[in-house]
Antibody, heavy 119, light 109 residues
Framework: EVQLVQSGAEVKKPGESLRISCKGSGYSFTSYWISWVRQMPGKGLEWMGRIDPSDSYTNYSPSFQGHVTISADKSISTAYLQWSSLKASDTAMYYC????????????WGQGTLVTVSS | QSALTQPRSVSGSPGQSVTISCTGTSSDVGGYNYVSWYQQHPGKAPKLMIYDVSKRPSGVPDRFSGSKSGNTASLTISGLQAEDEADYYCCSYAGSLPVFGGGTKLTVL
């Protein structure tokens, strides 16, 4: 069974750095792109960017380019979403989701990681 | 890249059919047969319900169907059931990057 398991909830202060993770299992990790999707409280889904774990090639939404960094370590089947300096407006649920090579949909999804940024 | 346009809410009684629209442009919905739909229950991760406009993943009831005409895609749920009450999101590719709709809350009366 293809499964994505994300790291646990985080509470951070503005200006702090953070890296959250998404571990894949049950499939060849390098055969699926991993995307990150933001959902702010009470709001909709926003695609942030994605990575091809086979070569770490990344694409970002213009809205998130320069604000976050997506990376992956294929040796441990894990993708990451990273901030260097958090803002209160980064408070949201973050999901990772996989896309099999050559397809154009997201399945499966991770369970989500809640990030709370508050002073 | 603008979000695709969905109605904020729709509702229907058990057994009825409802349709949720997803309107984009010729650069996204109208330009590609890459529309997918996701169901999200409160506090849960989204779940794929339809891909490539009208295809259903295994395990998704055939009460769920998808279609597209021009720049508007649609998700139709027939024989509404209480468990269908959820938020629904469409997604399309715009060039090489995906864009989501704003989401629609389905209420089963």
């Amino acid at each position: 069974e293809v499964q994505l398991v994300q790291s646990g909830a985080e509470v951070k202060k503005p200006g702090e750095s953070l890296r959250i993770s998404c571990k894949g299992s049950g499939y060849s990790f390098t055969s699926y792109w991993i995307s990150w999707v933001r959902q702010m409280p009470g709001k909709g889904l926003e695609w942030m960017g994605r990575i091809d774990p086979s070569d770490s090639y990344t694409n970002y939404s213009p809205s998130f380019q320069g604000h976050v960094t997506i990376s992956a370590d294929k040796s441990i089947s894990t993708a990451y979403l990273q901030w260097s300096s958090l803002k209160a407006s980064d408070t949201a649920m973050y999901y990772c989701a996989s896309t099999e090579g050559g397809t154009n949909w997201f399945d499966p999804w991770g369970q989500g990681t809640l990030v709370t940024v508050s002073s | 890249q603008s979000a695709l346009t969905q109605p904020r809410s729709v509702s229907g009684s058990p057994g009825q059919s409802v349709t949720i629209s997803c309107t984009g442009t010729s650069s996204d919905v109208g330009g590609y047969n890459y529309v997918s739909w996701y169901q999200q229950h409160p506090g849960k991760a989204p779940k794929l319900m339809i891909y490539d406009v009208s295809k259903r993943p295994s395990g998704v009831p055939d009460r769920f169907s998808g279609s597209k005409s021009g720049n508007t895609a649609s998700l139709t749920i027939s024989g509404l059931q209480a468990e269908d009450e959820a938020d629904y999101y469409c997604c399309s590719y715009a060039g090489s990057l995906p864009v989501f709709g704003g989401g629609t809350k389905l209420t089963v009366l």
